[in-house]
């Protein structure tokens, strides 16, 4: 077919990420955190350059808003400024979060980088030593909401041997995400591309593999809904094969931890638990944000209220800014024993009122109105709502249960 072609997918980098929500950080700890995308976006740079690669694919949002600081946007060009100095070619859509970017702020880049247009799929021809070696077709978002079938306009237009399709949308079925430029593998599959660099969902994912279509997932997780390694590909095209490998950028990692524990009846021994946990994070030489799990069974009879879980909170985090990896607990959730109502119901008058005062309580849709119809929560929350409904309901007779337990 002809030479090879080696170049690294990267997607939803989302600079400037104003990260909301985590309190009472020490300075050092909320700076890195801060400054985390971007650190991952020059780990992104200095990975191209280490490997050496063709180019490299930026697939849609490397902002996360569609406007961004004079910083970030100075920073941005100079990563780029340092591919062109090292002769590798960069190819960049804007997404749904920075739509019509170059519109709306004076961004020039050095000659190496190319931005797909918006409104229409545009083709762009790579060379390699004189020759046409591959077709990159792609298109830029002119605004928030794209629902169209962008798919379908994506065509083959030249004699280069290889043809990378680069595409910022959802797969159908997927709704992680906001549904934006629909696709299905059918769409995919019509079209004669030989790898499909995808963007827009933050997990990492392989939907396909022949050809291959790739998530890359972000760069670097912003929540407790982006976990573990975030980072890019290394693709590597051959006449006879396409190889992947995965790097990890990030410089902060979300991660939830889970452990169950028995006969546990002490703030102490739970506090002792807690930091083997911490031990065993440490030794991966990684920062950690960490919401934590701990499930009791019957035989513990440890109780915490909301002070006392700030308290082994506190405890957990102490120093841990002068740590080289910090290791911070943002959240800490400890599940007594699930209580049988059936069988105290058959024993306890009252309680059996209460329970089937729930188990009436069919739709809580009156209470959930306001939170349902609120654009942020629907923006960053995806979920079953008949499911969400059932648990909200199994808490609250937990709660109860254990409240009447606990007081006689």
Known sequence: MGKNIRFIHSADLHLDSPYKGLKGLPDRIFQDIKTSTMTAFNRLIDLAIDLNVDLLLIVGDLFDQES???????????????????????????????????????????????????????????????????EISGFSYYSQSVKERMVENYRKTSDAPYHIATLHGSLQGQDEHAVYAPFSLGDLKKVDANYWALGHIHKREWIMDEPYAVYPGNIQGRHMKETGEKGCYLVELSDHQTDLNFYSLQEVVFTEEEIALDNVHLIDDLIEKLQSVKKTLRQEHQKYVVRMQVHLNEASELTLDSEQIEDVLSVLNEEEEDEPYWIWFSELNVQEPQIISEDLSKTNLFVSEVLQTIKQTEDLDDYLEDLLKHKIFRRHTAFDQERFQEEVKQEAEQMILHELLRNG
């Open 68 to 134: 961004t600081s004079i910083k970030s946007s100075l920073q941005l060009k100079k990563g780029l400024e340092r591919l062109n100095q090292q002769g590798i070619k960069v190819y960049i859509s804007y997404g749904n979060h920075d739509y019509m970017m170059q519109d709306k702020v004076n961004l020039t880049f050095p000659e190496n980088t190319y931005v797909f247009p918006s409104h229409e799929v545009t083709n762009a021809v790579f060379e390699k030593d004189g020759e046409r070696v591959a």
